[in-house]
């Protein structure tokens, strides 16, 4: 595949689109540049999703009833719970698990039919004891690879609090997450308040190949939910595998640290007009500086995953090939917008990370010039500017559970959030709000927009 950074007018498979930060080499013993690898998928109006069409899916609603939830959390976790069924196909699957210091299967991987007996059931849940979250988590991924096997499998999890009983090691839990997805049954978390623990909630779901929400209040618990039912019903492409093979002397860097596991690295679900990215960073020796001046490929990526049937889909490979100029021609040349923001966004992300891990020791000093130092070389970029802003906000009320939450979900949506293919620079309210709920750029990840 030729490398370009000019997408085709329409298209109906996902394909890669390779973006290098210039579109040449500088000429000389070595050379390094980033690279920005985009998974594209078609256009909706290329290929139209109907209802219909839709293969059947199947969710295992796994609630935290502990006492923590007693009251209007827990009454919201149950609206959320009984919205996913309304929106449910009658041939969908949900499996409906409860869990406080007890495991229950309230109801198993059933087709939802009408969804009103699954409704009342969820309605009848009451608040218990403790968290025995890893349990309630593995009875929902257990109860999906016993009813259904092939097409879209996911436990949504939802809880407010500490895994207390059983399994508690967050490595062990997101260890066992990664492998119930290598078996094609994902996670999503969706955590509530500033009691959770949001480290665990996140490696759960990066290593459980799904999606990390969360609500500041009971109130905020909606609209994540819609987010991802509205991926999930427009899903193009799941379990997207990205492999890098480079040339002899071609030294490749992730940058925006996606989970990896024997060099193939995990991407999110791939929906309709949207696409799924990389961003490496790229260094060429004397060796490969010789392989560019021939024209050789410098590197090959390679993309697979599931299509909406359970297929394996394997996409056409995309070589790197680039000129080599001289130095002064090559410092004429323009540097891609888009490679330079997401650049940005990365870089933003782990000063944000720097920020929390400050704050969490008490550090408020030094949490406040991280933040201002971030604003400084970071405020071009208007959406990382906002996040900034809205962080500052946070960080003058010294609440270290709320402000480490957002800093840690907002870094993680600058790093590994799907993106739309036609994202401006500029955020404008109007084409924000045309845009799917899943592909809006937020400025605060826990509250909802309004």
Not at 63 to 91: F, N, T, Y
Not at 188 to 207: H, P, Q
Not at 375 to 393: K, T
Request: glycine share 8%; aromatic share 4%; charged share 25%.
């Amino acid at each position: 595949m030729k490398t370009s950074n000019t997408e085709p007018t329409a298209f109906t498979q996902p394909h890669i689109v390779l973006a290098p930060s210039k579109p040449a080499v500088r000429d000389g013993a070595s050379h390094t540049f980033e690279l920005l690898v985009r998974i594209q998928s078609p256009d909706v109006q290329a290929v139209p999703v109907k209802e219909h069409d839709r293969p059947a899916q199947a969710l295992a609603l796994v609630i935290d009833s502990s006492g923590s939830m007693e009251g209007r959390p827990l009454e919201q976790a149950k609206r959320c719970a009984q919205w996913v069924v309304s929106r449910m196909r009658a041939h969908d699957r949900v499996a409906l698990v409860q869990f406080d210091q007890e495991v229950k299967l309230l109801w198993p991987a059933a087709e939802v039919g009408n969804g009103q007996a699954l409704g009342q059931t969820i309605g009848r849940i009451e608040s218990g004891g403790c968290t025995a979250l890893h349990g309630g988590w593995l009875e929902g991924a257990k109860a999906l690879a016993q009813a259904v096997k092939q097409g879209l499998r996911r436990v949504i999890l939802l809880s407010d609090g500490e895994a207390n009983v059983g399994e508690v090691e967050p490595d062990l839990i997101a260890a066992q997450c990664r492998e119930w997805a290598g078996l094609g049954i994902t996670t999503s978390t969706y955590g509530l308040g500033n009691g959770f623990n949001e480290d665990l909630m996140v490696a759960m779901a990066r290593a459980g190949g799904g999606g990390h929400y969360y609500g500041h209040t009971a109130d905020d618990l909606m609209a994540p939910f819609e987010k991802e039912l509205e991926m999930l019903a427009s899903l193009c492409l799941s379990e997207v595998r990205l492999s890098i093979k480079p040339a002899k002397g071609v030294l490749v860097d992730m940058l925006n640290d996606l989970p990896n596991v024997d060099g193939v690295h995990a991407l999110p679900d791939l929906a309709h007009e949207a696409e799924g990215w990389a961003l490496l960073r790229v260094t060429l020796s004397a060796e490969a500086m010789g392989l560019a001046r021939t024209g050789a490929a410098l590197l090959k990526v390679i993309v697979s995953g599931r299509g909406g049937e359970g297929q394996s889909v394997l996409l056409d490979a995309a070589e790197l090939r680039l000129p080599v100029l001289p130095d002064t021609e090559w410092a004429a040349l323009p540097a891609d917008e888009l490679v330079k923001r997401r650049c940005t966004e990365v870089s933003a992300a782990q000063a944000l990370k720097n920020v929390r891990q400050a704050a969490q020791r008490g550090d408020w000093g030094a949490a406040e010039e991280l933040l201002s130092a971030a604003q400084r070389e970071h405020g071009d970029s208007q959406w990382v500017s906002h996040i900034l802003e809205a962080m500052q906000r946070l960080l003058a009320e010294r609440d270290a559970q709320h402000l480490g939450k957002e800093l840690l979900y907002s870094a993680a949506t600058l790093t590994s959030r799907l993106r739309s293919k036609h994202e401006q620079a500029q955020m404008d309210v109007a084409s924000e709000a045309a845009m799917p709920k899943f592909l809006r750029r937020e400025v605060e990840q826990g509250r909802a927009r309004l």
